[in-house]
């Protein structure tokens, strides 16, 4: 019997952990979709003060750090926001796919564009890691005029 009382206590924690693992989530997802810098004042709410972040331009450690990181890039671009399309979590692990959209005055004459992406997020009570993934010259490179041109035409060759 006490055996029985133990395993429904675990179970007990176990719901409770993927509660709070699922609100965070909830809490992430509402952050992300449309990114200013309200959002950056709240992002002591998901990450961890020894948060460490990685996509394809930056390895950035620190709560602090990434924040000032946000508050530049919200500066640089309008419209920043994240449709988060599906997401795949245990209690400490989450992965995230997602579409960003922006503008940025120095691509594509400021016009609206867009990347997808994937984020993988490690989870210790708040985000303790968080690792983006996406196609670097889709959102950048192809939106510059010279460079552009030649990513474009030598996708067009590779796909004959």
Partial sequence: ??????????RSAEKTMTISTAKLLDNFVDIYQCFDDSSIDRLPEIYSESLIFTDPVHQIEGLEPF??????????CSNLG?????????DNRATITWHMHFNHPALAKGKALGVEGCTILTIDGKISRHRDYFDLGDMIYEHLPALGYMIRQTKKRLSK
């Fill in 67 to 76: 924040q000032a990181y946000c508050s530049k890039l919200t500066k640089r």
């Fill in 82 to 90: 994240f449709e988060c399309h599906e997401i795949i979590s245990t």
């Fill in 1 to 10: 019997m006490a055996y029985k009382d133990h395993r429904n206590q675990q």
